[in-house]
């Protein structure tokens, strides 16, 4: 059974930089076709996918958030990670990471991890 | 990017009685690119259906998805206990991939 755990700070400042990463467990990063996704939750709103890595490194994010986001792959941790530059309050939510079929649908996800923007 | 609105916000119901959850897209979902996931707080998402009607594994049958273009539904048969919780649609026929804002399921 794949699993997927979020870590990082709870606690960023304005205008600095966010950073998450995603441990995957119960399989590895590299094996089939799957691309590794982050999305996040503000409270009260809906999801929003930020973006996704492959394991090749190559990437696709929102154009929301695009000029923003950096996601990476490490195969030899079984990690994929989430920077998120110049950060406000409104990238306060919880983000969560999760498998992405490559036709674009989320498997299994983790339990996600609260990250408050505030000085 | 496509918009996906759920109805109700809300639905109070009773264990055994049925539920339908509506998804309707502001734009055709190609190919009925359309997932449903369940969500618990605190607790990771469930992927339920993809591909608007296949049940992902280990999805009990009495969640079913249907529809096709804009209008979608997910229907739980018969309301167990442990199907109480938010559920979402999802839209992955089109980049950025969007979700809809949900729909609570509670206990009347």
């Known amino acids: 059974q794949v699993q997927l755990q979020e870590s990082g700070p709870g606690l960023v400042k304005p205008s600095q930089t966010l950073s998450l990463t995603c441990t995957v467990s119960?399989?590895?990063?590299?094996?089939?076709?799957?691309?590794w996704s982050w999305i996040r939750q503000p409270a009260g709103k809906g999801l929003e996918w930020i973006g996704r890595?492959?394991?090749?490194?190559?990437?696709n994010s929102n154009p929301s958030l695009k000029s923003r986001v950096t996601i990476s792959v490490d195969t030899s941790k079984n990690q994929f990670s989430l920077r998120l530059n110049s950060v406000t309050a409104a990238d306060t939510a919880v983000y969560y990471c999760?498998?992405?079929?490559?036709?674009?649908?989320?498997?299994?996800w983790g339990q996600g991890t609260l990250v408050t923007v505030s000085s | 990017e496509i918009v996906l609105t759920q109805s109700p916000g809300t639905l109070s119901l009773s264990p055994g009685e049925r539920a339908t959850l509506s998804c309707r897209a502001s734009?055709?979902?190609?190919?009925?690119?359309l997932a449903w996931y369940q969500h618990k707080s605190g607790q990771a998402p469930r992927l339920l259906i993809y591909?608007?009607?296949s049940r992902a594994t280990g999805i009990p049958d009495r969640f079913s998805g249907s529809g096709s273009g804009t209008d979608f539904t997910l229907t739980i048969s018969r309301l167990e206990p442990e199907d109480f919780a938010v559920y979402y649609c999802?839209?992955?026929?089109?980049?950025?991939?969007?979700f809809g804002q949900g729909t609570k399921v509670e206990i009347k």
């Open positions: 999760a498998r992405d079929r490559s036709s674009g649908y989320y498997d299994y």
């Open positions: 119960g399989g590895s990063i590299s094996s089939g076709s799957y691309y």
């Open positions: 890595v492959y394991t090749t490194g190559s990437t």
């Open positions: 734009q055709s979902v190609s190919s009925s690119y």
């Open positions: 591909a608007a009607s």
């Open positions: 999802q839209q992955y026929g089109s980049s950025p991939r969007t």
